[in-house]
């Protein structure tokens, strides 16, 4: 079985930090009991725009399985979408023409891709990217990150650091919307800290285990007593 196999059919590796519900990661392909597959793209989704709730996603007029997020929340996992050139909208469940944000991209079949719906004051967007999760290996124990810099109100840079008893593993100036690459870390506790150079100042400290794939979330307003900035992560799932 070769590792997008494996990782398609994993179970119990979505844990949402936020609200501690351990989730499934299902397979874009039917279950084994069904010889016949479907081609298809595998898709997470994450609503970090602080102002709207209830929002769901579509792919091409297809719904994204039955993910209802509100802010700060994630389908918990990789759900499977039509492969090709299509268009990815963001929408209120309670009215689906209220379209927030639409974009445009090419999906390809069993890759694995994440949308993250972010801005806020009906300044919205979807930023998709290609997770590249089958390129990462599992044979050197190492745990793997990436971080997504959602903060809306941000007027300047954020020095984004991660680190643990090595030493920084990583170290970057970023803006708003901005979501990185996987990097491998030695499994174990990680710091992160975000910072502007001025008011904000922000650190949090989680365990990675080996073999294991997370997206570190920035999200927030600055200022905000109902949606104050924060630090979490989720799991996209394990390797092989």
């Keep these: 079985m070769n590792k997008l196999s494996y990782f398609l059919r994993l ?26 597959t479907t081609p298809a793209a595998a898709v997470m989704a994450f609503n970090l725009a602080p102002d709207k709730s209830n929002v769901a996603f579509s792919v091409s007029g ?9 802010y700060a929340q994630f389908s918990g996992q990789y759900l499977g979408a039509n492969p090709g050139d299509r ?22 079949i069993d890759k694995f891709y994440s949308v ?7 300044h919205y967007r979807n930023v ?18 990436r971080y997504v810099q959602a903060i809306p109100d941000s007027t300047s840079a954020f020095n984004v650091v991660v680190s643990n008893t090595g030493g920084n593993v990583v170290s970057d100036i970023v803006s708003f919307p901005m979501v990185s690459t996987f990097k491998s ?22 365990t990675v285990e080996s073999k294991k794939v997370y997206t570190i979330l920035l ?6 007593s109902t949606t104050p900035l924060q630090i979490s992560a989720v799991t996209n799932g394990t390797l092989n």
Excluded at 14 to 31: D, Q, Y
Excluded at 193 to 203: C, K, P, Y
Excluded at 219 to 224: D, E, K, L, T
């Design 11 to 36: 179970k119990a590796l979505s844990l949402i930090v936020l609200s501690g519900a351990l989730l499934t990661l299902v397979s874009c392909t039917k279950n084994s009991q069904n010889s016949s």
């Design 62 to 70: 297809t719904r994204l399985g039955n993910a209802v997020l509100n």
């Design 87 to 108: 268009i990815v909208q963001a929408f209120d469940n309670n009215s689906i023409s209220t379209i927030f944000a639409s974009t445009g991209f090419s999906f390809e």
């Design 116 to 122: 993250f719906f972010v801005g806020k004051g009906d």
């Design 128 to 145: 998709v990217v290609n997770d590249d999760i089958t390129s990462l290996s599992g044979s050197t124990g190492s745990a793997y990150i």
């Design 185 to 206: 870390v030695t499994p174990g506790e990680i710091t992160i800290t975000v910072t502007n150079g001025s008011d904000i100042n922000l650190t949090k400290s989680i």
């Design 219 to 224: 999200a927030g307003v600055s200022n905000s």
